[in-house]
Structure formats: C-alpha cells, structure tokens
C-alpha cells in the first residue's frame, strides 16, 4: 500500500513541474525528520559528534561556550542561540586542527580560517 503511494506521488511530482516546490516543501516539513538543521544546511545522516569519544569532548565544549561566552551580536552576528546551528562548521574546524596535531610534529601551528 505504501509503495503505490509513493509511487502515485512520483508521478505527480515528474509529470507536474509546477508543483515540485510545494511537494518538495511539504516532504521536508512533515516527512524527513533531520538530525541536524543549520548552516545553510539539513541532513538526516547520524551526527559525527554523536560517538562516545571525540563527540563526547565536543558537546562538552559547545555546551561550556554557550555558557561561557559574553556573544555580543554588534560584532559576530552570533548568540548562543544561533550557536547550535554552526555546530557541523565546528566540528570540520574540530577535526582539522585534531588532525594537524595529530600527524604533524611541530612546536609552532599558525591557523587560518
């Protein structure tokens, strides 16, 4: 029974292309269920810092800069609100800079972002 209605459903879809945004709109409203939404950016994918090791150490972190941080949005733009949202762009920084320490041997590390 499912299957006939995606199937009815995909047919509307390609054979009315006027209509693909409203189903498109309505599919990501009420049928995908996103683990993360922010950043320009939605997936349903499982988290990377959703693990019991590097993910654990993560949250800890964006929980204490939450807490931690006067955000002065005259400057960045950010509060702790909007925080939650840049998470996935923390993490790529996260996991860069562990692994430059990682696989390099250096006593000077100069970033740039």
């Given amino acids: 029974m499912n299957q006939k209605i995606v199937s009815f459903v995909r047919k509307i879809y390609w ?3 006027k209509l693909r ?16 939404r922010g950043w ?16 654990e150490i ?11 941080f006067n955000f002065s949005k005259d400057v960045t733009g950010t509060t702790s609100k909007t925080l939650d949202g840049l ?14 320490f990682k696989f390099t041997k250096s006593d000077f590390y100069n970033f740039v972002e």
């Fill in 87 to 100: 998470m996935w762009r923390h993490w790529v920084v996260s996991y860069c800079i562990n692994h430059v």
């Fill in 40 to 55: 320009g950016m939605t997936t349903e994918a499982v988290l990377p810092w959703d693990d019991e090791f590097q993910g």
């Fill in 15 to 17: 054979k009315y292309p």
């Fill in 21 to 36: 945004p409203l189903m498109t709109l309505v599919h990501s409203n009420f049928f995908i269920k996103p683990s993360f």
């Fill in 58 to 68: 993560f949250r800890k972190a964006h929980e204490d800069a939450k807490k931690s």
